[in-house]
């Protein structure tokens, strides 16, 4: 699961600064798996990996079983829709 934000600055960064703002990430989100920053566009996308994703697929198939329905087509999530073959 990535998360993209507009971080609200548009810079380079110093190799202290990046250090800074990867200590800053990791403590305060200490499921963080990784992160990238735009000095172009501002954006800095956080990466949790695929832990979240399958956890979320866990639960999806646990509902699945729970209304003893037989197949997936469609989950959304604020304005993301995912499709399963139809």
């Known amino acids: 699961m990535k998360l993209t934000l507009d971080s609200g600055t548009k810079k ?3 190799a202290t600064q990046i ?4 200590s800053k ?3 305060r989100i200490p499921q963080l798996v990784g992160w ?3 000095p172009l566009t501002g ?3 956080l990466d949790f ?3 979240d994703d399958n956890a979320m697929l866990t639960k999806i198939d646990n509902w699945i079983t729970q209304t003893g329905s037989v197949r ?3 989950f959304e999530f604020l304005d993301l829709i995912k499709k399963w073959g139809e």
């Open 36 to 38: 990238s920053y735009s």
């Open 49 to 51: 990996g695929d832990v």
């Open 19 to 22: 250090a800074t703002l990867d």
């Open 43 to 45: 954006e800095l996308t």
């Open 25 to 27: 990430l990791r403590t």
């Open 72 to 74: 997936k087509l469609r």
């Open 12 to 14: 380079d960064l110093t």
